[in-house]
């Protein structure tokens, strides 16, 4: 027998339908890339995703075609998104921060017809069109008094592409399996890989993120999404905060430490979300300027593994609660937050920071195993480290294109990543299985390595990698980025280091760099690492 009820397929339009309805006046505000801070709302998002669906289903663009975009988290880059997803087109987020290579092969595998960009981006898009024989058309998200002399095929300013239609169009209903959004992974062996979310999954995934033991979003809260929307669909917020009639601040191209307090500050943000390097940059403006944080309550970090000492500097100096959150891109991303159960609720002081540490307990819609390399379920006890692995309506079951079979057979992913989890299902990440350091037939976290260096007060950012050793396989060396003006010796470092991990897993040598290379997602890329110092010795 079937369920009597109704048949309401999860639509991504049904999200700014409803926050159109229920909270149409709630602000969606964002610092502009012409410049100036942009004011609107979400009646008026939803009417001009209208618009945007309007003139595309106008343009021939229908049910499965690709649009790429290529631009920061504003209001116009969001309202495409719902325009797009509203006539059953996909957007297909390119990371401006990838390659020109890597760019265009993931725009061509992609299959984009269209690409939509920032006027930051028109340089780049020139030299990546020769390239890209399937777009048609460069929609640029400005007005006319902005739009630049460009060579773009078809090039139009976004402005006036959707003022030539008025609005008066309907959503397209379709299956909400339908595919909605692609975006790559970065790929760091071979080709980027293309994740595919369909408009279920991305409901899904944000109605996961919206609930209490997650961010815990309401329409009192205002939320900033630091992360970008090219990264993994920026958590999920530009979906879970108009579902939850939050008010939205959209941080547009200014990701330094300055220009986050400050629109933090300016635009009363109460939750925000971002990797680690752009929370370090927060509070090194903080820590040089005296300046404090009058408004933020949460803030979500993940992307990498959290430093220890960004989390107490929030929670003890700021009094910001800190989540430590767990993803990838193949999720969502979002898999789990460390948020407090009753069971550790009470925890204080270094008990609750080592708990902080750890990645959390997986959502409702995340089912979660650790196995070792032959696939048995390795127990729950906080100390045995396996192979993490997951399932659920939000995660993949295949990249587009490749043939490759990517479930195991109870249909879990495995995540690639390394970790233990106890008794209470929090589970931390050891490392990613290919940066663990193996000394001796035993595993040596860069993670853990890391995050006690980075609490060195000298210390900017510190990195781990395994350098080859004749006895033991591997050792570790740490890379230290010194903040400004500070000159801590090795041996300041080895000292402060002591004690706070195993004698074993004391790095063999520390190199001093000015910077640290990043991926394209802003995370330390230990693959440049590793061939910068593919010849270093231990002497
Ligand atoms: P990319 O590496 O291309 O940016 P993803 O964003 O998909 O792609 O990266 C996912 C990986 O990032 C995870 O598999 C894990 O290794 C790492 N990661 C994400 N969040 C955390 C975290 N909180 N702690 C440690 N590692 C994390």
Redesign the pocket.
């Given at each position: 027998m079937l369920g009597l009820m109704q048949d309401w397929p999860l639509l991504i339009h049904r999200v700014i339908d409803y926050a159109a309805t229920q909270h149409p006046h709630r602000a969606v505000i964002s610092r502009s890339v012409e410049g100036p801070m942009r004011r609107t709302t979400y009646h008026d998002v939803r009417l001009r995703a209208l618009k945007l669906a309007q003139r595309l289903a106008r343009d021939g663009v229908k049910l499965g075609d690709r649009i790429g975009t290529l631009a920061w988290n504003t209001d116009r880059h969001l309202e495409s998104w719902y325009g797009i997803t509203g006539i059953g087109a996909i957007y297909h987020t390119l990371n401006p921060r990838l390659f020109e290579e890597q760019l265009i092969y993931i725009a061509n595998h992609g299959g984009d017809k269209m690409i939509f960009l920032d006027l930051t981006f028109v340089a780049l898009a020139e030299k990546l069109a020769p390239h890209l024989s399937a777009v048609e058309r460069y929609v640029i998200f400005t007005d006319a008094a902005h739009m630049p002399k460009t060579t773009l095929k078809n090039a139009v300013a976004y402005e006036d592409y959707i003022s030539e239609v008025d609005g008066d169009f309907q959503w397209r209903e379709f299956d909400e399996n339908t595919a909605a959004g692609m975006c790559y992974?970065?790929g760091?062996t071979g080709h980027p890989k293309g994740v595919v979310y369909s408009h279920r999954s991305n409901v899904l995934h944000a109605m996961s993120v919206m609930m209490p033991d997650s961010l815990c979003l309401s329409s009192r809260d205002t939320v900033m999404p630091v992360v970008p929307l090219f990264?993994?669909n920026s958590w999920s917020l530009a979906f879970s905060a108009p579902m939850a009639g939050a008010t939205l601040v959209m941080p547009g191209a200014k990701l330094d430490g300055e220009s986050v307090f400050n629109i933090i500050e300016t635009e009363n943000v109460s939750v925000t979300a971002a990797v680690p390097t752009v929370w370090l940059g927060l509070l090194q403006y903080l820590e040089s300027t005296g300046q404090r944080l009058t408004k933020l309550k949460r803030v979500a970090i993940?992307?990498?593994?959290?430093p220890r000492a960004v989390t107490e500097a929030f929670e003890q100096k700021y009094g910001v609660e800190v989540i430590?959150?767990?993803?990838?891109?193949?999720m969502s991303?979002i898999g789990s937050f460390c948020t407090l159960k009753p069971e550790v609720a009470d925890l204080k002081g270094t008990a609750l920071y080592d708990l902080k540490q750890k990645?959390g307990f997986a959502q409702f819609t995340v089912d979660m195993k650790i196995t070792d390399d032959d696939g048995k379920i390795l127990p729950w006890d906080g100390k045995t480290f396996g192979r993490l692995k997951v399932r659920g309506p939000a995660v993949s079951k295949a990249y587009y294109g490749l043939d490759e079979a990517i479930l195991d057979n109870e249909g879990y992913f495995d995540?690639?990543?390394v970790a233990t989890i106890d008794e209470h299902g929090y589970m931390n990440?050891t490392d990613?299985a290919k940066d663990v350091i193996k000394s001796g037939g035993e595993w040596i976290s860069s993670?853990d390595l890391e995050n006690v260096a980075v609490g060195h007060p000298d210390v900017a950012e510190a990195a781990v990698i395994g350098i080859a050793h004749e006895k033991w396989g591997e050792r570790p060396l740490l890379i230290i980025v010194r903040k400004k003006d500070r000159q801590p010796t090795k041996e300041d470092i080895l000292k402060f280091i002591e004690g706070k991990i195993a004698k074993w897993w004391m790095p063999d040598d520390i190199v001093f760099v000015d910077d640290i290379p990043h991926?394209a997602?802003g995370?330390i890329s230990k693959k440049n690492l590793r061939d910068k110092f593919k010849d270093f010795r231990f002497s």
């Open positions: 992974t970065s760091t990264h993994a993940g992307g990498s593994a959290c430590h959150a767990w993803g990838m891109t193949e991303p990645q995540t690639g990543d990440i990613r993670i991926t997602t995370k």
